[in-house]
């Protein structure tokens, strides 16, 4: 009995920091990918483009988290961008302006296929935590395997219009 509970105790603990490695990745690299969008400065009306971190619920306090430490992280700027990540409610998301990027925390299907359409429709980059999101819409999606791969929609790259720096074709890979 002690076994198994230390054996359920050591798989949760490594599917938590498996969790948190992912999590702090995508932190890192979707202001990254943000940047390779060729067009992004065009899209907004104002000197700061706006990085929204979408979230349903009570997933709030993390996608606060999300915000803050991408803020922290890049002090504001990545590559020659000004931007600024927000937490914003998928119900509040689609009031907000200025946005260059999306970034979808875990969700309902539903919702992130109004929002996946809606930035395809609009020519913004949307990326999820969710590699699985993909299916639902969303451009891109980063995995932790034996290494860290990007993963682009094709067929949503394609519907979206969105024009990113080469490099970012070189490092991902496109899906179906």
Same mark, same amino acid.
């Given at each position: !009995? #002690?076994?198994?509970?230390?054996? =359920?105790?050591? /798989?949760? *603990?490594?599917?938590?920091?498996?969790?948190? %490695?992912? &999590?702090?990745?995508?932190?890192? !690299? #979707?202001?990254?990918?943000?940047? =390779?969008?060729? /067009?992004? *400065?065009s899209k907004t009306k104002s000197d700061? %483009?706006? &990085?929204?971190?979408?979230?349903?619920?009570?997933?709030?306090?993390?996608?606060?988290?999300?915000?803050?430490?991408?803020?922290?992280?890049?002090?504001?700027?990545?590559?020659?961008?000004?931007?600024?990540?927000?937490?914003?409610?998928?119900?509040?998301?689609?009031?907000?302006?200025?946005i260059g990027c999306i970034f979808v925390?875990?969700?309902?299907?539903?919702?992130?296929?109004?929002?996946?359409?809606?930035?395809?429709?609009?020519?913004?980059?949307?990326?999820?935590?969710?590699?699985?999101?993909?299916?639902?819409?969303?451009?891109?999606?980063?995995?932790?395997?034996?290494?860290?791969?990007?993963?682009?929609?094709?067929?949503?790259?394609?519907?979206?219009?969105?024009?990113?720096n080469d490099i970012l074709f070189q490092?991902?890979?496109?899906?179906?």
């Amino acid at each position: !009995m #002690i076994r198994l509970f230390i054996i =359920l105790v050591f /798989q949760f *603990l490594a599917i938590h920091a498996e969790d948190s %490695v992912l &999590l702090n990745t995508n932190i890192r !690299m #979707i202001p990254k990918l943000m940047a =390779l969008d060729t /067009q992004i *400065l065009s899209k907004t009306k104002s000197d700061k %483009v706006i &990085l929204a971190v979408v979230y349903e619920g009570k997933r709030n306090r993390e996608a606060k988290e999300i915000a803050e430490q991408m803020n922290k992280y890049y002090n504001g700027k990545v590559a020659n961008i000004a931007f600024n990540a927000v937490a914003v409610s998928a119900d509040d998301f689609f009031s907000l302006r200025n946005i260059g990027c999306i970034f979808v925390t875990p969700m309902n299907f539903q919702i992130t296929s109004k929002i996946a359409a809606w930035a395809s429709a609009n020519s913004i980059a949307s990326f999820s935590y969710n590699v699985s999101d993909l299916d639902e819409g969303i451009l891109g999606s980063i995995s932790i395997e034996r290494q860290t791969f990007i993963y682009i929609s094709k067929k949503t790259l394609k519907q979206s219009n969105i024009r990113f720096n080469d490099i970012l074709f070189q490092v991902a890979r496109l899906v179906e």
